[in-house]
């Protein structure tokens, strides 16, 4: 079914990731803008995406990329006006594309007005309730209320003047919202509905596992925390309290038809992201353990079945992303040995990396469900390893002990000409320099061009829409004759291969050539030989 045309759009969408920043900029000042973001409005068109998801664009410090909220309500002024989130709002939908915007409830920025209130009232103060502020330990209270460390590293609290001290997952300017208080639910449903009224789609909710904390916040007890997003069992991440809120959010949508809720929940399994995506909460929750799965055919079956085996029982389709704004692009993950992790440092094979990112992506696009797409994926970008520590914007990377803190190797302006002081970004420069060689992987480089890797997502794109087996769903057929190494299952008229090891494999051809993540792929005497690290699509 046609996303743009179902009720439930978002059951087979494509949601493409913008990152403002770095999207397009307007005026020249090297940084994205939303008028930016409008004027390439109909390259998302006709690249065949439903939906385009946008990175915080609020009122910000930006000490953390625009996920420190100063104001809910405004745009930031970097970004622009309300009248041009307006108006960016009108032309997508003119176009046919939704808009997904991030919220983010689990902490604010130290500089909302009611973090700065708290501050100016003192302890005990009504305020104060808004947070998490606690005396310290220690015969002076000088040691933090307890062991929890930031996922950026260091303690997850800081002291004020005052002696208190203020808990903080993330960067010390994120100060969490304590969800206990009646004022802060009661605010960000009215935060929902302002944006609802403005003609918002939906909402992907940043950090949705963390909002609600184990009764008394109590010590992990070990040294050793995991500075992941999810992946272990912590006393402030996925507590069965969120649920209760995101119920209640999902009343607000009754007055609003065909808006969804996604996800961004770090879970220890996938199991547990399915409670997120109940019939009576969100619609979607982000799947990182497909995104952090090796290039392996029997890891990437595995995680494929789990996958939808979670979702099946709750009526939610599955989700598939491989890059995001918090990772080091896939074209430079497939080009490192596995288990180097999602921050990484090397830039690792080039063209290994951009094959299996290819392939990966073909794969992707096959599964049932919905996809998301990182902004400049189309494009084949790979991070951008070797930026001068003195350019870096990432908090992490200036705090020991936490993520890695090289994530502005995805953030990197995308580029849009040959050739520019930006490659056509904007009129001026960027805010983080670009390569040299991005001029060749620009859009105007790869548009028409045989074999780019552009071209190939728009390929991939339309038959999606145009091919049933594709898109809504939930299971696969697999063929489990299958050569080793070699993954292949059909949907409904469709069968997709992938061949995941480096050498060409023969197979019994299933149907007709739809496309192929490396170009033609003969068919002789009903026989094909996939090439090594090679996606193709089939009609039955």
Not at 365 to 378: D, K, R
Not at 442 to 453: I, K, R, Y
Request: aromatic letters at 10%; glycine letters at 10%; proline letters at 8%.
């Amino acid at each position: 079914m046609n996303s743009r045309m179902s009720s439930e759009w978002w059951r087979d969408a494509v949601i493409y990731q913008v990152y403002p920043r770095s999207f397009a900029d307007s005026d020249g000042d090297g940084t994205g803008d939303l008028p930016g973001i409008r004027s390439r409005l109909p390259y998302l068109r006709d690249l065949g995406v439903d939906a385009v998801w946008l990175s915080p664009f609020y009122d910000s410090p930006q000490a953390d990329g625009g996920y420190d909220v100063a104001d809910y309500r405004a745009v930031d002024p970097r970004y622009g006006t309300l009248d041009d989130a307006r108006a960016l709002i009108s032309s997508a939908h003119e176009l046919g594309l939704k808009i997904v915007a991030d919220i983010v409830p689990n902490h604010s920025s130290d500089q909302h007005e009611w973090f700065q209130q708290a501050l100016a009232e003192g302890p005990g103060s009504p305020m104060r309730s808004r947070y998490h502020f606690l005396p310290g330990l220690g015969e002076h209270g000088e040691e933090p209320p307890n062991d929890w460390d930031s996922i950026f590293g260091g303690p997850a609290w800081t002291r004020v003047p005052d002696g208190e001290w203020y808990l903080h997952l993330f960067a010390p300017e994120q100060p969490d919202f304590n969800w206990n208080s009646p004022e802060v639910a009661a605010e960000f449903l009215d935060i929902l509905r302002f944006w609802l009224d403005l003609g918002i789609d939906g909402f992907r909710i940043d950090v949705a596992h963390g909002l609600v904390k184990a009764e008394g916040l109590p010590s992990i007890g070990h040294a050793e925390q995991l500075h992941l997003l999810g992946n272990d069992e912590m006393p402030f991440f996925d507590q069965d309290g969120v649920h209760d809120i995101y119920r209640t959010w999902r009343t607000v949508l009754e007055d609003y038809p065909d808006r969804i809720f996604v996800a961004e929940a770090w879970t220890p399994t996938v199991a547990r992201s399915a409670n997120y995506v109940r019939p009576d909460e969100l619609h979607q929750a982000f799947n990182f353990e497909y995104l952090d799965t090796a290039w392996d055919a029997a890891a990437l079956r595995k995680v494929i079945d789990s996958s939808l085996d979670a979702m099946r029982p709750v009526g939610a389709p599955a989700t598939w992303v491989l890059s995001n704004h918090d990772v080091t692009r896939h074209a430079t993950r497939f080009a490192n040995p596995p288990g180097s992790g999602t921050q990484i440092r090397t830039p690792g094979d080039r063209e290994l990396g951009l094959r299996r990112a290819r392939a990966a992506t073909l794969l992707m696009l096959a599964l049932p469900g919905s996809a998301y797409v990182y902004q400049g994926e189309e494009l084949g970008l790979p991070d951008v390893t070797d930026l001068p520590d003195e350019v870096r914007q990432d908090p992490s990377f200036h705090r020991a002990s936490g993520q890695d803190g090289f994530r502005d190797g995805c953030r990197v302006p995308i580029p849009w000409s040959r050739s520019g002081p930006s490659y056509d970004f904007g009129d001026g420069g960027s805010w983080l320099p670009q390569p040299s060689t991005w001029g060749d992987l620009s859009v105007e480089a790869q548009t028409s061009a045989d074999g780019s890797t552009l071209e190939l997502y728009r390929s991939a794109l339309t038959i999606r829409r145009e091919t049933p087996g594709l898109g809504a769903g939930d299971a696969v057929t697999w063929h489990d004759e299958a050569p080793a190494g070699v993954l292949w299952f059909e949907r409904h008229g469709f069968a997709c291969t992938v061949n995941t090891t480096k050498e060409p494999v023969r197979i019994t051809a299933p149907g007709d050539v739809l496309l192929s993540s490396l170009g033609p792929v003969p068919v002789t005497d009903g026989s094909a030989d996939l090439p090594g690290d090679t996606t193709v699509w089939w009609e039955l």
